[in-house]
């Protein structure tokens, strides 16, 4: 809990400074509300048993019920940049070596509201970069993508309506898959034409930067197309806005990205670990087990997002008037902190960890002298110092500074009859191993607190 | 959400000093695990549907989670001193005006382990009434009484065996009742002997500071009930320890005091809030209505605790090796936080919450001036400066000094065509009402980071 609370704490910080405020929405939300949004993912929601009164679902994500929450709202709320974190669920299988849980943290930042375009979501994918890079999980790539593009592309390609959204989940294995593989799954199991499949081959191969977007915009297919051209015009734009908040050393332009979620609507991102050489999957082959290919690829991807200007309208076609006709469009994104826990987890020192935050422990040199212990942990508390003594009436001296070492506390005060009768103190400082501080340095009684103060600002 | 962060920061920071750690239990458990502890409410439990898989439902407190945790820890966690924020789940009707919701807060904290007698407990009290004091929630008191005590009191009245938990139950209620109707639930519901209740309306009178110990001590019924005798000696010694802490003012030993919960063992504590004369419950008596007196009493009770030893052991007898034996004495305390919410929130003034933490504005005259607006954004992110610009090329300038206004945002920084040749900035203390300030004050654009750094310290 000491990682995971610095963690949050780094991801507060940065979704603080870019102007986020916190909401909180309830663990379960009416059934219904979560039906039909995650595709076949369905499946994993957890609902309540019926005991009377409305039927309800656990929280699948937080994007969903943020959505709830501004159409309930309407339009008392049409601007926001909000945060969260909190616990989503599934009805997975859980498996603790991928940081996969049934109930696990998501950490969103979100901004709704109509602007001009691209300007939010150059500052989303700016929040995202910053806060991954604060928490120092290693290097780090944005893939990034636009859905009107990918639209664009399967029109021209010829790929028929009913068949796009199966056809763009297959593109979006390409990260994990050789390109055999998603032809075959395009092909055999989706029942694509070879033709329109190896047409798609060719577009999901170009990645690129900034430059990429002037080179499709060449591309008569593309511009011919209001859609792809649109969605290239916003990447044009959107890579102006990264290249003045300085990150486009971090952004790569990549076709094949697809994103399952289904309610994207313009651009879409996604940031990968650049893994070390030697811990790097395989380079991809068809030999490769798709299971361990997806192992290694689940644990790459950490933190996503996009665009979804359509959300907060389908709740708020509700029954209630003040909910009719709210259109809020929003982009997002969504830290997967369980991967990046587990990456700092295998980073910690854990005898390291100091996991309570007590500065002072009080103990007694033979005698006991619990209730001069007592007092002197009062007099610490009201001054804002946190302290422990040990519960026991008379306690061994080697037990007491057993337990100062085990929770790292930094400084201890040691009384004995004499330093009473003497109106004195010891104070130790713990990490100091020299044999002339060994049982610690003499102090005026009066002195203790503001000497303390003073050996823990210096700490 | 601002004044909610608010409080819990203010009481984490009582609970750090006191060298609690906090753990996270997951919002369902096995629902066996809740089963039988919760008296009449357990009704209250919301259960998970049966999707296959284990049986499960969201937990309904705090301390039934931790105590299942040290069992499943087994002799690796034989002493600590946990706190958790959380939310916890009841089935019941909402009532949002008294603070009670559905899904809401508890702020737990806890200390396990064995120690010398009433030790930790005296702690555990001074931690509540010093986050409670943290709070400014107002005037209260700590109301205190011990399970053997009441023990002992109910065999020496003579009531059997079979009927002392729905007595008990019914002592509980003689804050909101009057002494007769707590005689009728007794006599007429419950069917105890007239007499026998009328014994225990004479113990349950007695009210009092330290001074109650002794005289309690001096009655032969009472010191002859081994039990009544353990328990007024623990008191004697708890008093003796809430002294050196310094919070005796606080305390007030009361007989009636009964608290609800089948898994309480030693000392029990409610916190209750001292109303003021205007605003307090009118006095007793069997003409208010019954619904009216427990809603005034709801509002008052706003802490709660005591010991639990045998919790922890309920668990540990399972078919686990490593679970067997396990017995760990534990006492906690757990704050009401949404009464103290409801009560802050009224004492708050709501135009001036400040809900983001955004420190300069960074807007411009005519022009638009959006491309360079982001990179004085971006200069002040990387100075750790939170920042905020208007998503849109070509702003209103009224338009600008609004959205700083709304959001309590303290300063702007001000370009325009001008500034930006001169290689200046303009810099406006937005507290600031005085005509020379109105458009800002021009500075360097280079002097930009540290003046605004300066300012804000002065802020």
């Known amino acids: 809990m000491a990682i995971r609370e610095k963690m949050f704490e780094t991801i507060t910080k940065v979704f603080k400074k870019h102007g986020g405020v916190t909401i909180d929405t309830p663990v379960f939300e009416l059934k219904d509300i979560l039906a039909g949004k995650y595709g076949e993912d369905s499946k994993l929601i957890y609902d309540l048993e019926d005991q009377g009164g409305e039927k309800c679902s656990l929280r699948y994500d937080l994007t969903v019920p943020f959505a709830r929450y501004l159409a309930m709202n309407g339009t008392s709320t049409q601007q926001m940049k909000r945060y969260q974190i909190a616990k989503v669920y599934r009805r997975d299988q859980p498996a603790m070596t991928k940081g996969r849980m049934r109930e696990f943290y998501q950490c969103d930042f979100d901004i709704a509201g109509s602007y001009d375009n691209m300007i939010p979501d150059a500052e989303a994918i700016t929040v995202m970069i910053e806060a991954l890079t604060a928490l120092s999980v290693g290097d780090f790539k944005i893939k990034i993508n636009h859905r009107q593009i990918l639209d664009g592309m399967f029109a021209i390609c010829g790929v028929p309506e009913d068949k796009i959204r199966p056809i763009s989940s297959a593109v979006d294995k390409s990260d994990k898959l050789s390109w055999e593989e998603v032809r075959k799954e395009m092909v055999e199991e989706k029942g694509l034409d070879g033709a329109v499949a190896d047409k798609i081959g060719e577009y999901i191969k170009l990645k690129g930067g900034q430059e990429l977007c002037s080179s499709l915009l060449e591309n ?74 997806e192992e290694q690829t689940r644990i790459g991807s950490i933190a996503a997002g996009g665009r979804y200007d359509n959300l907060v309208g389908m709740f708020a076609s509700g029954s209630s008037k003040k909910e009719s006709n709210v259109k809020i469009p929003c982009v997002g994104i969504s830290i997967g902190v369980e991967r990046v826990f587990s990456i700092l987890l295998k980073q910690a020192k854990m005898e390291e960890i100091k996991s309570n935050a007590v500065q002072v422990y009080v103990m007694s040199v033979r005698d006991g002298l619990l209730k001069e212990r007592m007092a002197i942990c009062k007099e610490l508390w009201s001054h804002d110092i946190a302290a422990e003594f040990m519960y026991k009436a008379k306690p061994k001296l080697q037990n ?60």
Do not use: W
């Not at 076709?255 to 650049?274: F, K, M, N, Q």
């Not at 070492?405 to 009768?421: K, M, S, T």
């Open 220 to 293: 008569a297919e593309l511009s011919n197309n209001s859609s792809a051209k649109e969605g290239i015009e916003s990447m044009k734009l959107l890579f102006e806005y990264l290249e003045i908040f300085g990150v486009l050393d971090k952004i790569s332009f990549d076709l094949s990205l697809a994103r399952g979620l289904d309610y994207y609507t313009g651009v879409i991102y996604e940031a990968v670990l650049e893994l070390p050489e030697e811990i790097a999957p395989p380079s991809k082959s068809s030999k490769g087990s798709k299971e361990q290919d």
């Open 400 to 459: 007491q500074f057993n337990a100062c070492d085990r929770d790292h506390i930094p400084l201890a005060v040691i009384i004995g009859e004499q330093e009473l009768l003497d109106n004195k103190v010891k104070i130790k400082n713990m990490g100091d191993k020299s044999s002339e501080q060994a049982g610690g340095l003499l102090y005026d009684r009066d002195q203790m607190v503001s000497t303390l103060k003073t050996m823990l600002k210096m700490l």
